[in-house]
């Protein structure tokens, strides 16, 4: 191990961290969040692959080769759990079946697709500036954003997001949850998906707070069309505030000016950091009438909102 902690440098361990938090990272995720050029990317991560920090492969394609896919290394858990102080923290990250299930999954290119969302958000606040992705979570992860969310979550009546973010930008902040598209699951699953978000706004007006916007990311302009028109007939649409895009993350950043509000019947496309101003939240009048509430009752203890009417939420 000590062999090993000469040749680790900061980034190799800022991004090997990254790698043990989202599960699996490719070799052009983490040129864009670490390095300057590909070539270089490739040689250190081949490096690191070497020492048993990382351990990567390659899924199968029907045609062409897929990149290199980055999993968290014995030796890296290891190094992770030193500078943790937590020995068992990244154990199940380096477990064999763990590792080959998610090798087989059909879910994988799902997973990297959504990571390449805040990957994308990563490497512009690295290489442009101005701006910063302050909290990027995973499907997994997103649970722990706070008390309501996971005891909604923790009885299976939560959303179950793609990931969870927030981005801040010209003295400003966003956060959001995002539901990341591939084009393989059929539009009418978004019927199921909205109604939790849209109780879990309630729930969270309750208690005081917005619920984070929604966003929905899809492969392209016809899908998104598509996927508008069928978000705007459900009935619970206007209790949350959704935007959507068809921008490629690996191609376009998804700070810039692709996001369309749905509850916007403008023409044109608004900045990440400006959704908080182009989505107004439905329950503000709830949620300050619920922070007065708290505030007068302060002193008894903290006050919770009754989660019990989520029991009749439909499953996903």
């Known amino acids: 191990m000590q062999a090993v902690l000469a040749h680790v440098t900061d980034r190799d361990r800022y991004l090997v961290r990254l790698v043990g938090e989202h599960r699996v990272l490719t070799t052009e995720q983490l040129a864009a969040l670490g390095f300057g050029n590909l070539t270089t990317a490739r040689h250190r991560l081949g490096v690191l692959t070497r020492l048993g920090v990382l351990r990567r492969f390659r899924p199968h394609r029907e045609q062409g080769s897929a990149p290199w896919h980055y999993l968290l290394g014995p030796v890296g858990a290891a190094l992770l759990g030193a500078e943790d102080r937590d020995d068992r923290r990244w154990a199940p990250r380096v477990r064999t079946d763990r590792q080959l299930a998610l090798e087989r999954s059909q879910r994988l290119s799902h997973l990297t697709g959504a990571n390449w969302f805040f990957v994308a958000l990563a490497a512009r606040a690295r290489t442009a500036g101005g701006g910063e992705l302050r909290l ?72 005081g707070r917005a619920c984070p916007a929604l966003l929905f990311a899809f492969p392209g302009p016809r899908r998104e069309q598509s996927a508008r028109a069928v978000l705007r007939a459900l009935v619970d649409a206007p209790a949350v505030r959704i935007a959507t895009t068809a921008a490629n993350p690996r191609l376009v950043c998804p700070a810039g000016p692709v996001w369309m509000p749905l509850s916007s019947t403008a023409a044109g496309q608004v900045r990440l950091i400006d959704l908080e101003r182009s989505l107004p939240d439905p329950w503000q009048l709830a949620r300050q009438q619920a922070e007065r509430e708290l505030a007068a009752t302060r002193t008894a203890g903290p006050v919770y909102p009754e989660l019990d009417d989520l029991d009749d939420l439909p499953e996903a």
């Open 136 to 207: 990027w979570l995973g499907e997994a992860e997103a649970a722990s954003y706070h008390d309501v969310f996971v005891s909604a979550l923790s009885r299976g009546l939560g959303p179950r997001p793609d990931g969870l973010g927030s981005w801040a930008e010209d003295g400003r902040e966003v956060t959001f949850f995002l539901e990341h598209d591939t084009g393989t699951e059929h539009l009418p699953r978004l019927e199921g998906k909205l109604p939790r978000y849209a109780r879990l706004a309630e729930a969270l007006a309750r208690y």
